[in-house]
T-cell receptor, first 115, second 113 residues
Framework: GAGVSQTPSNKVTEKGKYVELRCDPI?????LYWYRQSLGQGPEFLIY????????DSGLPNDRFFAVRPEGSVSTLKIQRTERGDSAVYLC?????????????FGPGTRLTVL | GNSVTQMEGPVTLSEEAFLTINCTYT??????LFWYVQYPGEGLQLLLK?????DKGSNKGFEATYRKETTSFHLEKGSVQVSDSAVYFC????????????FGKGTRLHILP
């Protein structure tokens, strides 16, 4: 596809459940980022992948959050034992290299609602 | 740590008015600076950027100059249009490390016809 895609676009779940959010980056982009945007706030960094490895996971709020990128392309953000405070829009972005100020291209986001 | 502070909204202007949205930053090293825009119902997109001091980023009539002495990157446009109504985010990244972006809280802009 031409841009970053994310699925699902909306996810409603109950407190305590497990969810997976998927990101398909632009083909050929080695760097992939996850951000979380709460209502009325700017996006906050969660994790950065360079290829298959998580180069910086300093933004993950706790050990309920985990992300993988096993083949260096598609990434999945996994949230265990969801809490109401996890409700937010989860954004994925990709870029060519991940350094030097290369432009990040953002997906449309997944809106997660935890009831 | 690195951070971005931008003026709170909403900002409401009439069409053809002059726009300034203030942004200041705190950073170690020499960050790259950005303005992102989020139009209603659309995803986040890069509006303009500057990667070193005194650089001016520009796009779609918007401009911002990287001022190291005042740690600022104010967004300006000489004559706004209704179609400029959106949320604007000032942001920075440590481009020598990993390019993760730190965003401000956003400023909602309403342009009245």
């Amino acid at each position: 596809g031409a841009g970053v895609s994310q699925t699902p676009s909306n996810k409603v779940t109950e407190k305590g459940k497990y969810v997976e959010l998927r990101c398909d980056p632009i083909s050929g982009h080695t760097a992939l980022y996850w951000y979380r945007q709460s209502l009325g706030q700017g996006p906050e960094f969660l994790i950065y992948f360079q290829g298959t490895g998580a180069a910086d996971d300093s933004g993950l709020p706790n050990d309920r959050f985990f992300a993988v990128r096993p083949e260096g392309s598609v990434s999945t953000l996994k949230i265990q034992r969801t809490e109401r405070g996890d409700s937010a829009v989860y954004l994925c972005a990709s870029s060519l290299s991940g350094v030097g100020g290369t432009e990040q291209f953002f997906g449309p986001g997944t809106r997660l609602t935890v009831l | 740590g690195n951070s971005v502070t931008q003026m709170e909204g909403p900002v409401t202007l009439s069409e053809e008015a002059f726009l300034t949205i203030n942004c200041t930053y705190t950073a170690t090293g020499y960050p790259s600076l950005f303005w992102y825009v989020q139009y209603p119902g659309e995803g986040l997109q890069l509006l303009l950027k500057a990667t070193k001091a005194d650089d001016k980023g520009s796009n779609k009539g918007f401009e911002a100059t990287y001022r190291k002495e005042t740690t600022s990157f104010h967004l300006e446009k000489g004559s706004v249009q209704v179609s400029d109504s959106a949320v604007y985010f000032c942001a920075l990244s440590d481009s020598e490390r990993d390019d993760k972006i730190i965003f401000g809280k956003g400023t909602r802009l309403h342009i009245l016809p």
